[in-house]
């Protein structure tokens, strides 16, 4: 099964940049950026399509952070610019073995990495 180990947290101010990274033993169809804010539920950040080559992003980020990939390395990052206190949070990587649905839906993802905090103060 795939293992995917996250890095790059930290804390930043607002209007700071971030660049997070998921180092994973093999790419799957599917691979994502979610994450979960004290007291919320985890919520889907962005996500990347390998075999449509299309990246999504919730709504909320559109335009700040960037997914990608770098399959050299088996790794992939996330950008992100711009952030904001309502950023903070812990995000987790996380991997599907199906092509990625329209929506960043927690439920087809079955491998997760332990998480990194990111902490965005105002």
């Known amino acids: 099964q795939v293992q995917l180990v996250e890095s790059g947290g930290g804390s930043v101010q607002a209007g700071g940049s971030l660049t997070l990274s998921c180092r994973y033993t093999y790419r799957t169809l599917c691979m994502a950026w979610f994450r979960q804010a004290p007291g919320k539920e985890r919520e889907g950040v962005a996500s990347?399509?390998?075999?449509?080559?299309?990246?999504v992003y919730d709504d909320s980020v559109k335009g700040r952070f960037t997914i990608s990939q770098d399959t050299s390395q088996n790794t992939m990052f996330l950008q992100m610019n711009n952030l904001k206190p309502e950023d903070t949070g812990v995000y987790y990587c996380a991997a599907a073995s199906q092509l990625c649905p329209r929506s960043i839906l927690a439920g087809v993802f079955l491998r997760w990495g332990q998480g990194t905090q990111v902490t965005v103060s105002s």
């Open positions: 990347d399509d390998a075999h449509r080559g299309v990246n």
